[in-house]
């Protein structure tokens, strides 16, 4: 089912006040763009778009009570996706008090409001509309904002401490907790640590850092892409930038830790795939069955 552009009218505004949406602004918005499905003449959902270049704000998601269930929400959503990505929009960002269950079903992720791109941040919705306490979620569509950049980082932003929370909270749902070996701030602030965050324009997406075990050997650390930059390259870019820094410093060996389960599997493969080989226990590293230990000569 394919929805179809349709006009701020009454029947727009009674869904979206039955669905208790704000629609206080709709009329005053020059950048809205709103999608609906009709049955038998009438309208049954409705999704908006506010787009801004390259970023947009999706809102007004509504699905007449007699439709909900079905899956017409879900399918208004991509069908709002289809149409920002034909008109150039890489990024989707929403704010939500009751559906950040079902919008992260859908690919969305919880970001910081500090991350908002400055169209996003001006938006009647975000400024005064929806509450401080709503979800503030966001969805890449397609290609990069930006050429991505990679920089060492002071982990002082907010962004960074939610990637890093994911990651940990990640670590410990995969793996017992004996078997944990991720690093958290404070540790991450230690001198013998360089951490780097990798970006595109506002956006993080993704992170890695460099432990000196020794004067010739260093270990890998933190590697991390949120779930909605996987598979872009993102993880490769920052290994790519930690093994020339590693060889920029003289190291004769970059050794690493992950998991042993499926879901790290492909991690093993993207570390085999730059000549990273089996190895046993290294550093302070003990025999686990929870871990695989591989290494690459410099």
Not at 51 to 59: F, T
Not at 128 to 146: E, G, H, I, N, W
Not at 170 to 194: F, G, N
Not at 224 to 253: C, D, K, W
Request: glycine letters at 8%; one cysteine or more.
């Amino acid at each position: 089912m394919l929805a179809e552009t349709v006009n701020l009218d009454s029947e727009v505004e009674a869904l979206l006040a039955a669905a208790q949406l704000p629609t206080s602004d709709l009329a005053t918005s020059c950048s809205l763009n709103l999608l609906g499905v009709r049955e038998n003449g009438r309208l049954v959902g409705v999704v908006g778009i506010e787009a801004y270049g390259e970023v947009g704000m999706l809102r007004s998601l509504a699905v007449a009570e007699a439709r909900r269930g079905a899956g017409l929400g879900a399918r208004l959503v991509t069908n709002a996706e289809t149409w920002a990505g034909a008109r150039g929009v890489k990024a989707l960002f929403l704010l939500t008090t009751t559906a950040a269950g079902f919008f992260a079903r859908l690919g969305y992720e919880a970001v910081e409001r500090s991350q908002a791109p400055a169209a996003i941040g001006a938006t009647a919705q975000f400024t005064a509309l929806c509450p401080d306490s709503s979800a503030f979620l966001r969805k890449v569509l397609a290609a990069p904002l930006s050429p991505m950049h990679i920089a060492i980082d002071d982990l002082s932003r907010p962004a960074i401490h939610a990637l890093l929370n994911e990651h940990l909270q990640s670590m410990y749902a995969l793996s017992p907790p004996e078997s944990v070996h991720a690093l958290d701030l404070e540790k991450l602030r230690q001198p013998d640590i360089t951490f780097w965050t990798a970006w595109e324009g506002p956006l993080l997406v993704g992170c890695g850092a460099l432990k000196e075990l020794e004067p010739k050997h260093g270990e890998i650390k933190s590697m991390r892409t949120p779930n909605t930059h996987r598979r872009r390259g993102v993880g490769r870019a920052v290994l790519t930038h930690i093994i020339e820094v590693a060889r920029s410093r003289s190291y004769e060996r970059l050794s690493l830790e992950t998991g042993s389960m499926e879901a790290f599997k492909p991690a093993q493969r993207l570390y085999a795939s730059f000549g990273f080989t089996d190895c046993g226990p290294f550093g302070d590293y003990s025999a686990d069955p929870h871990s695989v230990f591989m290494t690459l000569r410099l």
